[in-house]
Nanobody, 125 residues
């Protein structure tokens, strides 16, 4: 089984930066899409950034230009660099992986994939 474990969540002031990391273990396939979801209090969980095995990345409109997703060559370490943080970025951030984009976009609804346990990011004004 694939295991994902996040780290790096913290409490920061608006305008600050954080770097989240996700360590992947197990028999994850190289062609999986990997990335990050987040869930703020009272809101639904939604995707933030996703990266393919070729390094191509997509971002939610709310974080474009501020967040950068990256991975190591073996896809055993996933990173989310978060700059210019805003209070609305406050959420539990989850590392996730899915075998297709269809599965990725349906993870919250029960699509097949893998989840980490989450790491809390709090941004104060």
């Amino acid at each position: 089984q694939v295991q994902l474990q996040e780290s790096g969540g913290d409490s920061v002031q608006a305008g600050g930066s954080l770097r989240l990391s996700c360590a992947a273990s197990g028999d994850i396939y190289s062609n999986y899409y990997m990335g990050w979801f987040r869930q703020a209090p009272g809101k639904e969980r939604d995707w933030v950034a996703v990266i393919g095995n070729d390094g191509s990345a997509n971002y939610a409109d709310s974080v474009k230009g501020r967040f950068t997703i990256s991975q190591d060559s073996a896809r055993k370490s996933l990173t989310l660099q978060m700059d210019s943080l805003e209070p609305d970025d406050t959420a539990m951030y989850y590392c996730a992986a899915a075998p297709s984009l269809y599965s990725w976009y349906n993870l919250v609804g029960g699509g097949f994939g893998y989840w980490g346990q989450g790491t809390q990011v709090t941004v104060s004004s």
